[in-house]
């Protein structure tokens, strides 16, 4: 690997967890990194979930005041996270390279689409305040299937779990995007962890791109407390689309 490529990987690293932290779709620019570098798509996708979890401990850490008194909603959480993660890492284990590399443009679609269309966190955060059901069962059913698709590929998921979060806890989007972290790091940890086993991960592209995520995740947190996010969100969900446009007619081109 080059100096510019392992340079290019550390930036689109931070980038990949500060919009992570923001919109939930770190992928837009960590994917398309390592593809750059020329590493195929499910390796890229792999080696992608292993870097990632660097950006949960860096965005864990700066979320620790947020996840005062959550203990309770994280164990549950937490352990469905592990269950959905394993599963999502079986089921891209078992996807040939060649349906994987076409199956992603759709994923990332709509992943963005998803992010367009969803109302503001703060909406959906004021509207949980008033109709809170914090003892909802279907907010860990609804876990265990984001954490499914985190382990998978994992485009948006964060809008996902957050959108849960706010609506069924009633808390604000601070605490909630602190939650999500955390649900989702277990998530991306375990399925990182079944890669590095049984999986092609591409180590000297998820070194640099690691590091990135551990300083662009440490800043997220930050940026969710302090910045407008919604224009910055359709921007995001945008340019998503775009990369998803793009990615379509190489693979089927």
Known sequence: ???????????????????????GLASLFSYPALLATGIPPLTANVTNTVALAFSSIGSVSASRPELAGQRRRLVPLC???LLGGVTGAVLLLLTP???FEKLVPFLIAGASAAILVQRP?????????????????????????????????????????????????????????????????????????GYAFFADVDWLAALP????????????PGVVRRVPQTLLRRLIA????????HLGLDAFG
């Open 238 to 245: 945008v340019a998503g689309l775009g990369l998803a446009v």
């Open 97 to 99: 390279s060649a349906a």
């Open 209 to 220: 791109l690691a590091l990135g995520f551990l300083v662009g995740g440490s800043l997220g």
């Open 1 to 23: 690997m080059s100096a510019l490529e392992f340079a290019l990987l550390v930036l689109a690293g931070v980038a990949a967890g500060l919009v992570g932290s923001v919109a």
């Open 121 to 193: 966190p703060r909406e959906l955060a004021a509207e949980g305040a008033r109709h809170p059901q914090r003892d909802s069962r279907w907010l860990v059913v609804g876990a265990f299937g984001v954490s499914v698709y985190g382990g998978y590929f994992g485009a948006a998921a964060g809008v996902l779990m957050l959108a849960m979060l706010l609506l069924v806890t009633g808390e604000g989007v601070p605490r909630s995007n602190a939650v999500k972290n955390v649900v989702l790091g277990v998530a991306n940890s375990v399925a990182a962890l």
């Open 79 to 81: 352990a469905v996270a």
